[in-house]
């Protein structure tokens, strides 16, 4: 398994921006699909965010299409997740996940179509 290590969050006001960064460990990064997901207190883990393999192919939750970007860099072994246009109820722990191979990633939305985690980053967003 891949090694994630999540940094980027913080405390910003609303309608700011954040940028997430997901460094992995390992020489075989490009074979791995990337998400983000979220967890606020007292809720489920959600899906944010997809990417595949070559980065070529993206999906998004509703709440943040059109606001935040996943990318990804190979070279760096590295995914991101631009967010912009927060708002306070996109404040959550964010985690990174990594599963290994080639899929359709819009089938890929729950925690469980990953197998590999992060130990998440804070997101505060203030009114």
């Known amino acids: 398994q891949v090694q994630l290590v999540e940094s980027g969050g913080g405390l910003v006001q609303a309608g700011g921006s954040l940028r997430l960064s997901c460094a992995a460990s390992?020489?075989?990064?490009?074979?791995?699909?990337m998400g983000w997901f979220r967890q606020a207190p007292g809720k489920e883990r959600e899906f944010v965010a997809t990417?595949?393999?070559?980065?070529?192919?993206?999906y998004y939750a509703d709440s943040v299409k059109g606001r935040f970007t996943i990318s990804r860099d190979n070279a760096k072994n590295t995914v991101y997740l631009q967010m912009n246009s927060l708002k306070p109820e996109d404040t959550a722990v964010y985690y990174c996940?990594?599963?290994?191979?080639?899929?359709?990633?819009?089938?890929?939305?729950?925690?469980?179509?990953?197998?590999?985690w992060g130990q998440g980053t804070q997101v505060t967003v203030s009114s």
């Open positions: 990417i595949n393999w070559s980065g070529g192919s993206t």
């Open positions: 390992g020489r075989t990064f490009s074979y791995y699909a």
């Open positions: 996940a990594a599963k290994m191979g080639r899929y359709t990633i819009a089938t890929m939305t729950t925690a469980m179509d990953f197998d590999s």
